[in-house]
Each structure stands twice: as C-alpha cells, then as structure tokens.
C-alpha cells in the first residue's frame, strides 16, 4: 500500500460530484500527495470504523492522515476540503484561508446542503468509474 505518507482522500464511488471531484484533484495536485479510495471498499470502510464511523452515514468527501498509523485521523466535510486546497497550492490554497475564515459550523452546513443534493443536481453512476490507466496506482482500491 502507498498511502503511508500520502493523504487519503475517500469519496462516493457513484457520486457524479465526487468524481469530478477527483479529476479536480488529480488535474491540480503536480506533486502526486494524494492517494483515492471510494467509500464503498474495504479500506474506506476499516479506515472509517477505526473512528467509529460507517459510510452509510458520510454524504460527504473525507480525508485520512497517517492512514493505518497510530497516529491516523479523520478529517470530515469543510475541514476535508481546506486541506485538500491548501495541500494544492497556489490560489487554491488561498481559497482555503479565505474559506478558514468562516465558523466551520457555518461551512459544514453549506456543504451538507449541497452533499443532500449532489445526486440530483451531478448525477449518479451505476458503478464505480475506473480511473485513468496513467493514474491509477494513486486509487488504493483497484
């Protein structure tokens, strides 16, 4: 596995915006930091009962530190999406400062107003996409 020192971003495999959210990144992050895993695998599902949490109950992206360290963590929603920019840099690193400037319960509840419509509004995928050939060694459920 690849993911020791690589943040582990999971999302919805089926989700339309999930997965445009994942050529964003894969399109921005030059330095190849991030690894993907969809919710629906086995990894997501071991990393997300480890902070007693289940897939069925996330609408949203996360991101896991240290995946399978001692010193793993969870980050969730609004708190995901800053790390994903400032990991990215340049102006989306910005977006995050602007973004940390807002009270996070204010943020979360923008996301989960989308997250509650994401299928509606993006779409939704009989299957999980297969990632591009040139890509995907960075998706740890493959």
């Known amino acids: 596995m690849q993911s020791e020192s690589h943040p582990?971003?999971?999302y919805d495999g089926v989700c339309g915006?999930?997965?445009r959210?994942?050529?964003f990144v894969l399109r921005h992050d030059?330095?190849?930091t991030f690894r993907f895993a969809t919710m629906q695998s086995p990894l997501s599902q071991q990393a997300l009962a480890r902070h007693n949490k289940s897939?069925?109950?996330f609408d949203t992206v996360c991101v896991v530190l240290d995946?399978?360290?001692p010193t793993e963590r969870l980050l969730i929603r609004s708190d995901a999406t800053q790390f994903i920019f400032k990991q990215l840099g340049g102006i989306w690193r910005f977006f995050a400062i602007v973004?940390?400037?807002i009270p996070r319960p204010v943020r979360d509840w923008a996301y989960r107003l989308v997250a509650r419509r994401r299928y509606r509004l993006f779409g939704?995928?009989?299957t999980c996409p297969l990632p591009d050939p040139k890509v995907r060694d960075r998706f740890l459920d493959q």
């Open 8 to 10: 582990v971003i999971l």
């Open 17 to 19: 915006l999930c997965n």
């Open 21 to 23: 959210v994942v050529r």
């Open 30 to 32: 030059r330095n190849a």
């Open 55 to 57: 897939a069925d109950e």
């Open 67 to 69: 995946l399978a360290q």
């Open 99 to 101: 973004a940390s400037l």
């Open 124 to 126: 939704r995928y009989g």
